[in-house]
């Protein structure tokens, strides 16, 4: 059971990784197409770096959001195999595992709405502004806060 709940930590980390990187080259992006719309449209060759630039970045984010995606399944399989298998935070009477639970099932959503994001953003659909992409980017940052809380507190 220690080597599956190593497994799940190293996961869980490199999955955070991925969600907080991700959203930063939204960010990127969102300034990359600020700043090209702010230029001169006579400055052809700005126009061609951004273009560049652009592309860049968005395959940047395909990648990382299809490398991103085998490792949540992991994280996730190895979790559920950790909760129903082994019976953690299951047979104990609380509600922090089902609470968990719930911010899990809100990670997976926000992951699906990075993918939706990506697949927007190479069809050349501007999203939002790079302001609004920062504040996206923290939603993971507060599931990693309370769902941490949880497992190490277990308060309910």
Same mark, same amino acid.
């Given at each position: 059971?220690?080597?599956?709940?190593?497994?799940?930590?190293?996961? #869980?980390?490199?999955?955070?990784?991925?969600?907080?990187?991700?959203?930063?080259?939204? #960010?990127? $992006?969102?300034? =990359?197409?600020? +700043?090209?719309?702010? *230029?001169?449209?006579?400055?052809?060759?700005? +126009? $061609?770096?951004?273009? *560049? +630039?652009? $592309?860049?970045?968005?395959?940047?984010?395909?990648?990382?959001?299809?490398?991103?995606?085998?490792?949540?399944?992991?994280?996730?399989?190895?979790?559920?195999?950790? !909760?129903?298998?082994?019976?953690?935070?299951?047979?104990?009477?609380? $509600?922090?595992?089902?609470?968990?639970?719930?911010? =899990?099932?809100?990670?997976?959503?926000?992951?699906?709405?990075?993918?939706?994001?990506?697949?927007?953003?190479?069809?050349?659909?501007?999203? !939002?502004?790079?302001?609004?992409?920062?504040?996206?980017? +923290?939603?993971? =940052?507060?599931?990693?806060?309370?769902? #941490?809380?949880?497992? #190490?507190?277990?308060?309910?």
């Amino acid at each position: 059971m220690l080597y599956i709940k190593a497994f799940h930590i190293i996961f #869980v980390v490199s999955w955070f990784a991925g969600l907080f990187y991700l959203p930063r080259i939204f #960010v990127n $992006i969102a300034l =990359v197409e600020k +700043e090209h719309s702010e *230029r001169n449209p006579t400055a052809s060759n700005s +126009e $061609i770096i951004n273009l *560049r +630039e652009r $592309i860049r970045l968005i395959l940047m984010a395909k990648k990382l959001f299809k490398f991103i995606t085998p490792i949540m399944s992991f994280a996730i399989g190895l979790g559920l195999l950790l !909760w129903l298998w082994y019976g953690i935070g299951l047979n104990d009477g609380s $509600i922090w595992m089902s609470l968990k639970a719930f911010l =899990v099932v809100l990670l997976i959503s926000y992951h699906l709405y990075c993918g939706k994001i990506v697949n927007a953003l190479s069809k050349n659909i501007s999203h !939002w502004s790079h302001i609004k992409f920062r504040w996206f980017n +923290e939603l993971p =940052v507060l599931l990693l806060f309370l769902s #941490v809380l949880l497992v #190490v507190i277990k308060p309910f």
